[in-house]
Every structure is written in C-alpha cells, then in structure tokens.
C-alpha cells in the first residue's frame, strides 16, 4: 500500500487552493471549507472522523491563522506528522491491492502502489502481477468468510482503460459516478504520480475548470475524472480469477 509515499508540497497547494476557492463565495469559514472540501484531516494522520474539535485539527488551524505563507505551514505540519496509516478496517494486503470489511457480508477494494524500484503498477508489463495479487486477495476472502461477500470499490481510477483491465466486466458494468467525496482519496488520488509528484497536466486542467467556477453546485466538476463505485457479488471475482 502507499502508507509510505510522501506527497509533494503541490498536492496541498492544490487543496488549499480548492478549499479557499469554496469558502470565498459561499461564505463557509475557510476552516470549515479545510475539514470537508479536502483530505488534509486524513492526511494528518487524523482518520476519517473528521472531528473539528481534534486538538492536532485545532493546532493546525491555530497555525494557519498565524502563517504568512499557509502552503508552507500546511506542508512543515504534514511532514511533522507521522504517516496516514492505511485505510480504516484492513483485513488483509496482497501486493497492491488490500481489502477492508465494510457492513456485514460486503468487502471494499483498495488500490495503493507496492511496486520497488519506480515500476508503473498499472502498466501492461505489470498487468499479470496485479491479477495475481487480485487472486490472492480472494484466494484469502473465500477462505475465511464463510459466505461470499459483495465485493464494492470506489476510486478515480474506475476511469482508466490500465485499471478497468484487472476487473470482471459484470462488476465494471455496475459503475456509477458517487458525488462529493471530497475529503478522500479516491477523489484527491487522481493528481498524483506513484511518486507522490502531482500530476502536471491534471492539475492545470483542474486550476482552469477552478477558475471557471460559478456555482457551489458543480464543485465536482472541477476534478478532471469523477469518483466511479461498483459492486458485484464476489462469485463474479472467483469466476473471473479462476480460485
Ligand atoms: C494510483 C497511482 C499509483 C497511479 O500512479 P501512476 O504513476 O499514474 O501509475 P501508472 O504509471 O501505473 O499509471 C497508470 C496509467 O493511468 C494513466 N493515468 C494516471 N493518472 C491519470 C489521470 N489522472 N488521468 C488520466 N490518466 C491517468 C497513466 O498515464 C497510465 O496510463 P498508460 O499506462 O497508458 O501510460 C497513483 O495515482 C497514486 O498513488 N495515487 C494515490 C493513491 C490512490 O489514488 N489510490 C486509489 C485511491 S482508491
């Protein structure tokens, strides 16, 4: 998983950036706009309950009140902190790919880069590692759960051909936009690199359709690719993994 990769001083930039561009219009306080328009809470190593009054929460927003430059205290907190670790409730991790229980009798995917020495997880080079490591994951889920689960997933990265490759066709068939999901990953994600770099491209695309802006109501456009979630029966997944 990426509990390792360390983020890039742009990728907070851009949250920055996108919580002020929320709070300017609407009124909402920038503190406010910080805690529900962006991921720095779990960033901070904070989890997912998004409590304002946390006091690590609190001696950020403090700092941000006292900072000339807020990008630059938004990183030195970042880095001062210990990593994220992985996301809530893991069961198991198989190379890239991990799982988490959700409500009873439904798992969740997620995907993080695993790959040494810089190689493109999702290449086509790599495509018959990331199958294997999706064996393994359900090799494991139909030896432990006593009845098959339904298997959800909800990422940026439903969008792309490299990912959309390592899944059954039923369950990509079922894959529908989720809205608003912008105090996580799977939105955020969609910026940068395996490295933790941002994407060059992405972002611009994103600052232009930012500075377009004229409504609340289309905050999610902004983001160049929309969060897609799927769901299918794991029966589908043994099928298509041959276990
Ligand atoms: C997921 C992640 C490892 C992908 O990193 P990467 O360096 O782009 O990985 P790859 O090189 O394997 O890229 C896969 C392909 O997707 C393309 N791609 C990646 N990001 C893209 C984007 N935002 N828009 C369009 N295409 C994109 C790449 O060009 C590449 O295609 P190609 O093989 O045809 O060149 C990286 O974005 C990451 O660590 N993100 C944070 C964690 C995350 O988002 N996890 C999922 C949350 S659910």
Redesign the pocket.
């Known amino acids: 998983m ?1 509990s390792s ?1 360390v983020y890039a001083r742009a990728f907070f930039d851009l949250q920055l950036q996108f919580a002020k561009a929320v709070s300017a219009p609407s009124g909402l306080p920038l503190t406010r706009a910080l805690l529900e328009y962006t991921n720095l809470y779990v960033r901070f190593g904070l989890g997912h309950a998004f409590d304002p009054a946390h006091p690590v929460w609190q001696e950020y927003l403090a700092g941000m009140g006292d900072a000339n430059d807020t990008g630059e205290w938004t990183y030195r907190f970042y880095l001062a902190r210990p990593q994220a670790g992985a ?1 809530p409730g893991i069961v198991a991790t198989f190379g ?1 790919f991990s799982y988490a229980l959700l409500s009873e009798g439904r798992i969740r995917l ?4 695993a ?1 040494p020495d810089g ?6 080079e ?1 495509r018959d590692r990331r199958l294997a490591d999706l064996a393994a994951l359900f090799g494991h889920v139909k030896r432990t759960m006593q009845a098959p689960p339904r298997v959800v ?5 439903y ?5 959309r490759r390592l899944f059954p066709k039923s369950y990509l068939a079922t894959a529908h936009v989720l809205h608003g999901r912008f105090q ?3 939105l ?9 770099t941002v ?1 060059e ?2 972002a611009r695309d994103f600052l232009e359709r930012l500075g377009r802006l004229t409504s609340l109501e289309s905050l999610g456009e902004c983001f ?2 929309p969060v897609l979630t799927a769901e299918a029966p794991a029966r589908e997944f043994y099928e298509f993994c041959g276990i």
């Open positions: 990426t990769l996301p890239c997620h995907f993080g880069n790959e190689h493109s997880p999702l290449g086509i790599r997933g909800a990422s940026w990265l969008n792309l051909e490299a990912y996580h990953m799977p955020w994600g969609q910026f940068v690199n395996r490295d933790g994407r491209s992405v160049p690719l």
